[in-house]
Nanobody, 118 residues
């Protein structure tokens, strides 16, 4: 049973920071590239970034590059997203997932709400 539990969201002012966590279980976390996605109601899910299994290759969407940092702790089966210089357009529910989960569907976590507002 794949389980993904996102946490760390909240309400922050523009320019603020948050660190999101994704606790994973039910699969071999250390063998998978992991991704962060975000979604606003009425819009398609957006890919935020990815990190390969050993953390050696990290990619980001242009919209967050330079502001967000993805990391992982394979010993804890946990994925992180450090978000700095937050903008109102970063407001969304943030999810962690494998590529397969995004493409084929499955056991999405509950997500964590990030709201950036004055």
């Amino acid at each position: 049973q794949v389980k993904l539990v996102e946490s760390g969201g909240g309400l922050v002012q523009p320019g603020g920071s948050l660190r999101l966590s994704c606790a994973a279980s039910g699969f071999t976390f250390s063998s998978y590239t992991m991704n962060w996605y975000r979604q606003t109601p009425g819009k398609e899910r957006e890919w935020v970034g990815s990190i390969t299994s050993a953390g050696t290759i990290i990619n980001y969407a242009n919209s967050v590059k330079g502001r967000f940092t993805i990391s992982r702790d394979n010993a804890k089966s946990t994925l992180y997203l450090q978000m700095n210089s937050l903008k109102p357009e970063d407001t969304a529910v943030y999810y962690c997932a494998t590529y397969a989960l995004n493409s084929r569907g499955g056991s999405w976590g509950q997500g964590t709400q990030v709201t950036v507002s004055s």
